[in-house]
């Protein structure tokens, strides 16, 4: 069985990287044990709602969606990030993406089923959610977002867990300590793998191609999930600019969460010469051009309806303005842009304290976002009488459900490092190198 | 081919609101109570919009607009329904499949009316309601979207009877055929069918007086109302 040839300072890095599977610590305890608790908490408030109803929920006519809808799109735009680093990046060749690859793509794979939940605990029937596989109709938008999302899934899965199977094969070889259950968990998930080169470079063709199709993916996928919105005839939601706005949302706020993620990892695994300053100060001009993105489509959009002056597109514009949604549009403009882009641009550049609090105000000011695109356009809907005097107060149910999401979402990231590296140690080997770049000299 | 419509004269509502009345007892609307009717939760497939008031005293105004279901000719709920649970049948009339529905809610949201409804709780008839269940309704369950079907039952009685008698179903069948229009002391509502250019409707359609609610959307609604004076 051939095994690549390790360097000294490779073979502590190593080290660093499998300590965590080898031992339980008291803060892991301690964290797992909180996240399961909130988590549980949710479950039961989901039973409840299914038993009793949506009514549960804050729900109502004409605000006919709420916090679960936001939860979807959040969710399933947190992923795109991932996907983006690891996939997009890869295709143009942007090697400093590497130690942060999987750690990015573990937010995918554990975010974009929080999102397909949050549209399942929608439904009014989730008893006969199957319909959609019997009965769907490919002229409805929704049956697009599930396709692609379901794809997303599937692919993100199988991404993932190809760029793990190397370093599976070496937890199995090396990891010897370890419970027996844990060690029969590394052999059967390797595959029988061998480190052979010519494995190598035929999982090097497999990524490749997978990232081709999981970019075109990553852009469909949200896009689709805008038309859920562009595609009906509501005030504010009826824009061609919805689909890429969503799109660049997206991979900003999880371009802050792969921050905060980077930052939790380093300390915690004391990872500061895997993950160095200089992957810190490329996600921060990742996040420089995000952030511009994103606020060049927040002015064109609301520009374009304030000139136009439409009647029912101004009732929206207003609600979020002055209305009953403007603290919270403003809180949303505060912690997505007007705070965050002068400390990436000034102290983010020496400070990844900084770079995680710009992180933590992103990802906090796009739910706010994802909030502020689906209510106000619900409360005043076209027809402008008693219809329009449309309120929504989430209920106990609805926010401890998106907690446990929350929760849940952290608790299998956590439970994912205790049992696996989570910067990819095959990839950091000179030897495979060596492997990759023989076929290429050929 | 059949084509039902309305035509409601709003110069003759007086906004008493009996149509939305009939239309719940006749189609077994159920009870919302009024903790949620305040949260918006209470279902009327057929309501009665009231305008601003406008002139100058004494010469003051309101207009009322009933709103039932607009059977547009392109209806966008239609078009956004995952499963086709909601559908155009080949007589023009939008209908729910109560069965097929999973409560996605993209069709309430959809809609620019607002006519569609959801069962956000298991229906309740608390005491004598429960006696004036309509047997030829079917009630719906917890979860799913229900809205005016144009009385379809009523409209298939009526079809099924003019078969058996071996002859076409008159104008005057169907003009307060609807339990919204039958109950409307006013005489401002008409039903019938659009194709047959002799009908009230279809003349009616036809008036200068006649419009239709948000008509720059296309929609193609078939319910058209004639503008008071």
């Known amino acids: 069985m051939l095994r690549p040839e390790i360097t000294q300072t490779q073979s502590e890095d190593e080290a660093l990287l499998l300590a965590p599977l080898t031992r339980t610590s008291r803060g892991f305890m301690l964290l797992v044990g909180l996240l399961a608790t909130v988590a549980l908490v949710g479950i039961f408030a989901y039973i409840r709602q299914l038993s009793r109803g949506l009514g549960v929920s804050g729900m109502n006519r004409p605000v006919y969606w709420g916090v679960y809808i936001v939860n979807f799109v959040f969710f399933i735009g947190l992923a795109h990030s991932g996907t983006f680093i690891s996939a997009i990046l890869r295709l143009v060749g942007a090697g400093w993406r590497t130690p942060l690859a999987r750690a990015a793509e573990a937010i995918t794979v554990f975010s974009v089923p929080f999102g397909a939940g949050s549209i399942l605990i929608d439904l009014g029937r989730i008893d006969r959610m199957f319909n959609v596989f019997f009965y769907g109709r490919y002229a409805s938008a929704l049956l697009w977002d599930v396709t692609s999302v379901s794809l997303y899934l599937l692919s993100s899965i199988v991404f993932f867990y190809f760029a793990l199977l190397p370093d599976l094969a070496h937890a199995r070889d090396q990891l010897t300590e370890v419970p027996q259950w844990q060690h029969e968990m590394y052999r059967i998930l390797a595959l029988g793998w061998r480190d052979h080169p010519e494995q190598y470079r035929r999982l090097e063709k497999v990524l490749d191609g997978m990232a081709v199709f999981m970019t075109l993916l990553v852009v469909t996928v949200h896009t689709v999930v805008a038309f859920v919105f562009s595609m009906t005839l509501q005030p504010v939601w009826h824009t061609a600019v ?102 990436l641009l000034t102290v983010g550049k020496r400070s990844i304290g900084w770079m995680v609090v710009a992180g933590l105000m992103i990802n906090v000011g796009m739910w706010l976002e994802r909030y502020i695109v689906v209510l106000p356009t619900l409360t005043r809907p076209h027809l402008l009488n008693e219809l329009a005097i449309g309120t929504y107060t989430p209920t106990w149910t609805e926010l401890s459900i998106t907690a446990a999401s929350f929760a849940g979402l952290i608790l299998l990231y956590a439970l994912f490092t205790r049992f696996f590296p989570i910067v990819p140690i095959w990839e950091r080997s000179e030897e495979v190198e060596a492997y990759l770049h023989e076929e290429e000299g050929e | 081919m059949a084509r039902w419509g309305m035509v409601i004269d709003l110069d003759e509502c007086t906004g008493c609101r009996s149509c939305t009345a009939a239309c719940r007892a006749e189609n077994s609307v159920p009870f919302a109570g009024p903790d949620q009717a305040e949260l918006g939760r209470a279902i009327f497939w057929q309501e009665v919009l009231e305008r601003e008031i406008h002139g100058s005293y004494p010469f003051l105004e309101r207009q009322y607009v009933p709103r039932l279901c607009m059977h547009c000719d392109d209806p966008p709920c239609v078009k956004v329904c995952p499963v086709e649970a909601t559908y155009k049948n080949d007589e023009g009339v939008v209908l729910v499949d109560y069965g097929r529905c999973i409560g996605c809610r993209l069709c309430a949201t959809a809609c620019p009316y607002g006519v569609r409804y959801f069962n956000w709780y298991p229906p309740e008839f608390p005491d004598t309601l429960e006696r004036a269940v309509n047997p030829d309704v079917p009630t719906r369950p917890v979860g799913v979207i229900e809205k005016c079907t144009f009385c379809i039952h009523r409209l298939e009685e009526v079809k099924a009877r003019a078969e058996e008698e071996g002859r076409e179903v008159t104008d005057a069948e169907l003009v307060l055929l609807t339990a919204c229009n039958q109950a409307c002391p006013a005489s401002a509502r008409y039903f019938g069918d659009l194709e047959d250019p002799q009908s009230t409707v279809a003349r009616l359609s036809r008036s200068p007086r006649a419009f239709v609610l948000l008509e720059d959307l296309g929609t193609e609604p078939r319910v058209f109302y004639l503008k008071g004076e």
Not at chain 1, 258 to 281: C, G, P, Q, S, Y
Not at chain 1, 303 to 312: A, C, K, Q, S
């Open chain 1, 242 to 343: 919805l689909g890429p706005f969503f799109l660049v949302g997206a991979v900003f706020s999880g371009s802050g969460a792969v921050v905060i993620a980077m930052a939790i990892l380093r300390r915690v695994f004391r990872l500061e010469n895997i993950l160095t300053w200089k992957h810190f100060d490329y996600m921060r001009q990742l996040l420089i051009a995000l952030s511009l993105t994103w606020m060049y489509f927040m002015i064109t959009e609301h520009l374009t309806i304030f000139y136009g002056r439409e009647i029912p597109e101004m009732q929206v514009f207003f609600q979020r303005f002055t209305g009953a949604y403007a603290p919270l549009f403003w809180a949303m403009l505060a912690l997505c842009f007007l705070v965050p882009f002068p400390i």
